[in-house]
């Protein structure tokens, strides 16, 4: 049967181990990713760190070649991976903002949490954001308003996480969890494939549970609000770690992918599952 459960916010939660090949989750987040390309797939983002600091850098694609920026960081930071499976974030919907991440230390939970802000047209750093506690990129917002964060507060359920929204024009975390209604204040799940629309309006977000069916987090990110949708689809053990999911060229339909075929289509109009 279908579910649909109406939520202010979506977020996702996983961590790194690499196991049979794939990363699965034994602490909070998925980590960090190699590299990062542009929305327009025009520039792919790096960070290497080393003594402390951490260089950023802007180069064309592999069949242009070329480093177009250079930046030195002070710190240790990386580019954000937002699924366990390695899927990289960071990004702002209208290329304008990267954001990069410390990197998790897979140790319990931190006292303290920093994300690195930064013009990618300069790659010079514009703030950083100092929170108390564990938490970890999402996404960012099309109109730019909003950083969408998960933290984790359980040192004994690591995949137990809530939603949290960090305001970028005010430089404030928003009060408050947002659950969905009639559910607990805190969700569980591996996040596992992602698709964006154009212009970063609704960001898919594929979830394995570990008992039940898959769900996905439709977030809409400028009205700050998500539809979640059960998949009636019940993967096998490995089956789950090689699905993706597709936007059609449209944007109406959202096809879910594993082992070659299509498990799971829904209508992003009415989230209807197929």
């Known amino acids: 049967?279908?579910?649909?459960?109406?939520?202010?916010?979506?977020?996702?939660?996983?961590?790194?181990?690499?196991?049979?090949?794939?990363?699965f989750g034994v602490?909070?987040?998925?980590?960090?990713?190699?590299?990062?390309?542009s929305?327009?797939?025009?520039?792919?983002?790096?960070?290497?760190?080393?003594?402390?600091?951490?260089?950023?850098?802007?180069?064309?694609?592999?069949n242009q070649g070329g480093v177009?920026?250079?930046?030195?960081?002070?710190?240790?930071?990386?580019?954000?991976?937002?699924?366990?499976?390695?899927?990289?974030?960071?990004?702002?919907?209208?290329?304008?903002?990267?954001?990069?991440?410390?990197?998790?230390?897979?140790?319990?939970?931190?006292?303290?949490s920093k994300f690195l802000l930064l013009s990618t047209a300069t790659l010079s750093p514009e703030d950083t954001i100092v929170l108390n506690g564990e938490f970890g990129f999402d996404t960012l917002s099309s109109d730019g308003r909003t950083l969408y964060l998960i933290q984790h507060r359980s040192?004994?359920?690591?995949?137990?996480?809530?939603?949290?929204?960090?305001?970028?024009?005010?430089?404030?975390l928003l009060p408050g969890v947002i659950v969905a209604k009639g559910e607990a204040s805190s969700m569980r799940g591996y996040p596992v494939a992602r698709a964006t629309s154009h212009g970063g309006?609704?960001?898919?977000?594929?979830?394995?549970?570990?008992n039940g069916n898959p769900f996905i987090h439709a977030l809409n990110t400028g009205q700050r609000f998500a539809v979640c949708i059960d998949l009636t689809w019940r993967p096998g053990s490995s089956d789950i770690w090689s699905a993706r999911i597709?936007?059609?060229?449209?944007?109406?339909?959202?096809?879910?992918?594993?082992?070659?075929?299509?498990v799971a289509t829904v209508d992003t109009k009415t989230f209807r599952v197929r």
């Open 68 to 112: 177009l920026a250079t930046a030195q960081c002070d710190g240790a930071w990386g580019i954000p991976a937002v699924t366990s499976t390695g899927v990289a974030g960071g990004v702002s919907p209208d290329g304008r903002m990267l954001v990069l991440s410390e990197p998790p230390s897979y140790n319990g939970l931190r006292s303290e």
């Open 27 to 37: 602490g909070p987040w998925p980590g960090l990713a190699g590299a990062v390309v």
């Open 1 to 23: 049967m279908r579910v649909l459960r109406l939520l202010v916010v979506v977020a996702v939660a996983g961590v790194a181990l690499i196991a049979s090949g794939v990363a």
């Open 155 to 172: 040192r004994s359920d690591l995949v137990s996480y809530v939603v949290r929204g960090y305001d970028l024009r005010q430089m404030r």
């Open 246 to 262: 597709v936007l059609s060229p449209d944007g109406r339909r959202l096809v879910v992918r594993s082992g070659g075929a299509v």
């Open 201 to 210: 309006t609704w960001v898919y977000t594929l979830y394995h549970r570990m």
């Open 39 to 62: 929305p327009h797939g025009d520039v792919r983002y790096t960070a290497s760190r080393d003594n402390g600091s951490t260089t950023v850098r802007a180069v064309r694609p592999a």
